[in-house]
C-alpha cells in the first residue's frame, strides 16, 4: 500500500472524502496513470461512493481516498457529496400526488 500511496496517509486535496462521497470520472484513463488510478476511472463513468471503488478494487477506503485525491488535483474525476434527505422530495407528498392522479 506504501508504494500505491506514496507513502502518504490522506488525500492531496483539502475536500473532505468519506465513504458516501460519489465520484464520476471526467474521461478514460491516460496510459501513465497507475493501474488503480486506471480502474478507478473505468469504474467511475457512472457515480460510486468512495466505499463502493474501494470494496470494487480490494484497497482499504485510505488508500482509495488518497488515489481519488490524486485524481481531483489532476480533474481527473468529480466529487460530490450524495444528496441529504433533508433535500429529498417528501414521500408522502409524491404518493398524494399519485392517489390523486390514479383517481381522474
Known amino acids: 500500500m506504501y508504494v500505491i500511496t ?3 496517509s490522506g488525500p492531496s486535496t483539502s475536500v473532505r472524502l468519506d465513504l458516501v462521497t460519489l465520484v464520476v470520472a471526467k474521461g478514460p484513463p491516460r496510459p501513465e496513470m497507475q493501474p ?5 476511472l473505468r469504474m467511475c463513468q457512472s457515480p460510486l ?3 463502493e471503488i474501494a470494496a470494487y478494487v480490494g484497497l482499504p477506503v485510505s488508500v482509495v481516498t488518497v488515489l ?4 481531483m488535483a489532476a480533474q481527473r474525476v468529480h466529487v460530490r457529496p450524495p444528496i441529504p434527505a433533508a433535500q429529498l422530495p417528501d414521500l408522502a407528498l409524491i404518493e398524494a400526488v ?7
Open 49 to 51: 461512493s468512495v466505499a
Open 6 to 8: 506514496g507513502g502518504r
Open 36 to 40: 488503480e488510478q486506471a480502474s478507478i
Open 68 to 71: 481519488v485525491g490524486d485524481l
Open 98 to 104: 399519485i392517489d390523486g392522479l390514479q383517481k381522474l
